[in-house]
């Protein structure tokens, strides 16, 4: 689809008849949120108000304010971000290991979310900052920020029914025997027993992990992963469930002295972009002390 933006407003050139409100409703907005955008006139076509129920033809333009203002909520931090795509709509970032994306608390600002704020004020941009997953904070990779509050919902959606693809790489404890995709799927509920930890258990919520190995070689195993489900530390109890925890976790294992951190980053998002509808493939290599690692395993990897 194409499209043109002169922020707030974002301006789409229609391939095929729809109506007004279908088109809504294919980018997932809410019945509250279109009956806002009906109520405060907050769209157009070809610079006149109509009905939701209008059908808009091919080569129509509807023209939409569809990106918020900062709201403030995350204080500005000016330190580097390590930006790997980035267009209107989305920027998507390598997380380094130990860094929140988001504070624990409010007047915490050691968060990527600040340092994502701070980048939007240096460029000029009066945005806020919205991320549509989370990583562990030891664990490094990619994150999705979502600038434009039109295609949020979209891309919420296509996170829940797995239409974007999370890849991970993690070294794991032990020798895997073949490199044959896997499945974990067991449910994974708190431990009643240790705040910060997380176990599979009966009455726990339904995850699943699908796994195989790369490499193996000292006694530890290169794999990738992909989630079907989005729980809590899942790759982390799946992996020490079946007896290969991953390496340098603490919590689920004990600390490495080949790493500072638990060997887990998201490598690769699969997704189509909202606007588009082109297929995005995007990549991250591994933080300098997972790479070493990884070449104690695979030297040619």
Request: neutral net charge.
């Amino acid at each position: 689809m194409k499209y043109q933006v002169y922020k707030p407003y974002l301006t789409l050139t229609i391939d095929s008849p729809i109506s007004i409100e279908d088109l809504f409703k294919q980018f997932h907005l809410s019945k509250k949120t279109i009956h806002l955008l009906k109520q405060n006139k907050d769209y157009q076509v070809h610079h006149h108000f109509v009905s939701p129920s209008t059908i808009l033809i091919k080569g129509d333009q509807i023209t939409i304010k569809a990106f918020n203002q900062d709201d403030g909520m995350y204080t500005p931090v000016y330190e580097d971000i390590d930006i790997v795509y980035e267009d209107e709509f989305l920027l998507i970032i390598n997380k380094p290991p130990f860094l929140q994306v988001f504070p624990a608390h409010q007047n915490d600002t050691h968060s990527l979310a600040h340092r994502v704020s701070g980048y939007y004020h240096l460029q000029g941009y009066d945005l806020p900052v919205r991320f549509i997953h989370r990583l562990d904070e030891e664990t490094s990779g990619l994150i999705i920020f979502v600038k434009c509050a039109f295609v949020q919902p979209l891309l919420d959606y296509q996170l829940s029914v797995k239409k974007i693809k999370r890849h991970y790489l993690a070294v794991v404890e032990g020798s895997l025997k073949d490199q044959q995709w896997h499945m974990i799927h067991q449910p994974i509920g708190r431990d009643r027993h240790h705040q910060q930890r997380m176990i599979v258990h009966a009455h726990g919520k339904d995850a699943c992990t699908h796994y195989r190995c790369l490499a193996t070689q000292n006694n530890m195993s290169l794999i990738e992963c992909i989630l079907e489900s989005g729980r809590k530390h899942q790759i982390r109890v799946h992996m020490a469930h079946i007896g290969h925890p991953i390496v340098g976790d603490a919590l689920y294992s004990q600390p490495s002295p080949w790493i500072s951190h638990q060997a887990l980053h998201a490598y690769k998002i699969e997704m189509i972009h909202p606007i588009t509808q082109e297929k995005l493939i995007i990549t991250s290599p591994p933080p300098l002390d997972m790479q070493k690692l990884i070449k104690k395993i695979d030297p040619h990897g």
